[in-house]
């Protein structure tokens, strides 16, 4: 089991959720987050004072999926999210040790879907 | 009116006058601006609230120095029936003192004059509140994607030449609309046919927004104060339009009230049957579509006529916003179209229809036993459309040709509030 970690721009948010749902990964969760990588932050004014390197909004999306999904998920998030400019995000995937489904109690595998 | 003696001057009528410009002006900022404000999406609301705010102050400024000679001044030679001429350019000859001329003596000439009981600046400042909101309406059509220094030349030159013209047809003494007997008692077809018309121009001269096709809807209680603050302002626009603090108000202030709480029930009706369950953002645009139907009737019908007019608004601008549009496709963004043209064309025609002499001596409709109204209302209608149509896109032409309307593709998705602005509407941490 892994977890997909995507940050993506705001604006692609709603490709991405077309893309996975045409990979057939149906179960999202979706952070509003604000940070910034190489694309540094905007400038802001308050009356006529300058403030620089302010914090972009970004949006997080978590995805647990077992293995065969992984890399569907992957291309899916990329496909939806790239435009090939500064700031389109990253993907991190992490390993997912235990998973619990609360309503039920099952474990694992069957718990993720 | 030509054959009444001189009227004096009625200080009741200038308190109320004088009142309702300020109620109007209240109309645009903040009641328009946070009415679509609240509709858009989080990263451009600080555009709409700016483009409306400089719309009160441009328009200000423009309409004092040329804007009220243009539309109310008189008119000269053949181009008279269309627009007016300089005479009062910076307010020269618009009289303090009387309704009339820059004289303290009372002079009345009802060919020359608007409202016999008011200083003919009290009618200018009135006025001017109407020729702010009508550039603020159009707003709503290209929102989410205009360039700031696109939007400043487009207003001014649209106030210039779009809604100038099209207040002196209808209202000026020497208009051409107004010769023809057209009835718009206050804006229906100037404020708010014009600015749908406008917005739809604007529209489909843009395209679409990137990415998304319907309002973001980034705060309906927004919306919400804003569509009160409308109806709040809205008596001003309606029963301040009388000119005087008597009858006429009173009737004015009833049916405005009337329609406007007919259309908001019928508009919650009409998404309770078709899409389930009445929202509030639907409330709020079906109270507003009455109150833009019920304007140019509102001096004109009693409070039959109002009811009809307000239910039936709603029904016909919700099939507008829900069917029509999405079949065609157009990125009318807040609905300025939808809602406004639609609505102020209904409203203009049902006015030849429930006009009745018992209210106002000027104006009698289709069951009224004046059958020839429905058609005049028509003709006015329909001028206007194609005048402003047309014009609308030769302005954006010239816009976009010298400064571009349109916001890059980098800006629009980053939001025009960083880009046009440098400034957000609300903060993340903290």
Request: charged share 15%.
């Amino acid at each position: 089991m892994k977890l997909v970690i995507a940050i993506v721009q705001p604006y692609k948010l709603e490709d991405v959720k077309q893309e996975l749902y045409a990979a057939n990964v149906n179960l999202i969760t979706v952070f509003e987050v604000v940070g910034h990588g190489r694309q540094v932050g905007v400038d802001e004014y308050y009356r006529g004072v300058k403030e620089t390197g302010n914090l972009l909004r970004k949006v997080q999306i978590e995805i647990a999926v077992n293995e065969d999904f992984v890399e569907p998920t992957i291309k899916a998030i990329i496909k939806g999210a790239r435009t090939g400019k500064i700031g389109d995000g990253k993907i991190f995937v992490l390993d997912l040790p235990r998973c619990i489904r609360i309503r039920t109690g099952e474990e694992g595998s069957k718990a993720i879907g | 009116m030509g054959t009444t003696p001189a009227p004096q001057l009625n200080n009741g009528d200038i308190a109320w006058v004088l009142a309702s410009s300020a109620l109007v002006l209240a109309m645009t900022a903040p009641g328009l601006a946070l009415f679509y404000g609240g509709m858009v999406r989080r990263k451009n609301v600080n555009s709409m609230l700016m483009q409306c705010f400089m719309c009160l102050a441009i328009v200000s400024v423009l309409w004092v120095v040329i804007g009220y000679s243009l539309a109310f001044g008189p008119g000269h030679g053949w181009l008279g029936q269309w627009v007016g001429g300089f005479d009062w350019f910076m307010l020269h000859n618009v009289s303090m003192y009387t309704p009339d001329h820059w004289t303290p003596d009372p002079k009345w000439d009802p060919t020359t004059s608007y409202g016999g009981t008011v200083p003919n600046q009290v009618y200018m400042i009135f006025q001017c509140m109407f020729a702010v909101i009508t550039p603020a309406l159009v707003i709503g059509s290209f929102a989410e994607r205009v360039k700031f220094s696109a939007w400043v030349g487009f207003t001014v030159l649209w106030l210039l030449f779009v809604y100038c013209p099209v207040a002196h047809m209808v209202w000026s003494h020497d208009g051409i609309e107004n010769h023809w007997g057209v009835l718009d008692f206050a804006g229906g077809t100037v404020v708010h046919m014009n600015a749908g018309i406008a917005g739809l121009a604007t529209a489909l001269y843009l395209g679409k927004r990137l990415g998304t096709n319907k309002p973001g809807m980034h705060n309906v209680p927004f919306v919400m104060i804003g569509a009160s603050l409308l109806w709040f302002g809205w008596f001003g626009f309606n029963a301040g339009s009388a000119i005087s603090a008597g009858p006429l108000a009173t009737s004015a202030f009833v049916v405005t009230n009337t329609a406007t709480a007919a259309a908001a029930i019928s508009w919650a009706a009409c998404e309770w049957i078709f899409s389930g369950k009445p929202t509030l953002v639907g409330a709020c645009s079906g109270a507003v579509a009455g109150l833009v139907a019920i304007t140019p009737a509102s001096g004109f019908v009693d409070v039959g006529g109002s009811l009809w007019i307000g239910f039936l608004v709603s029904v016909f601008c919700y099939c507008m916003v829900a069917f029509v549009k999405p079949k065609l496709g157009y990125d009318d963004t807040l609905d300025a179209f939808g809602v406004h043209y639609t609505g102020g064309l209904w409203g203009a025609l049902a006015t030849g229809l429930f006009a009745v002499k018992a209210v106002n001596a000027n104006g009698s409709g289709v069951f009224d036993g004046n059958a020839g109204q429905f058609l005049t209302q028509a003709k006015g209608c329909a001028v206007t459309t194609i005048y402003t149509f047309i014009v609308t896109l030769i302005i954006c032409f010239i816009i976009d040709k010298t400064i571009g309307m349109r916001a890059s593709a980098e800006d629009e998705v980053m939001g025009l509030d960083l880009t046009q602005h440098h400034e957000r509407a609300y903060t993340i941490l903290d």
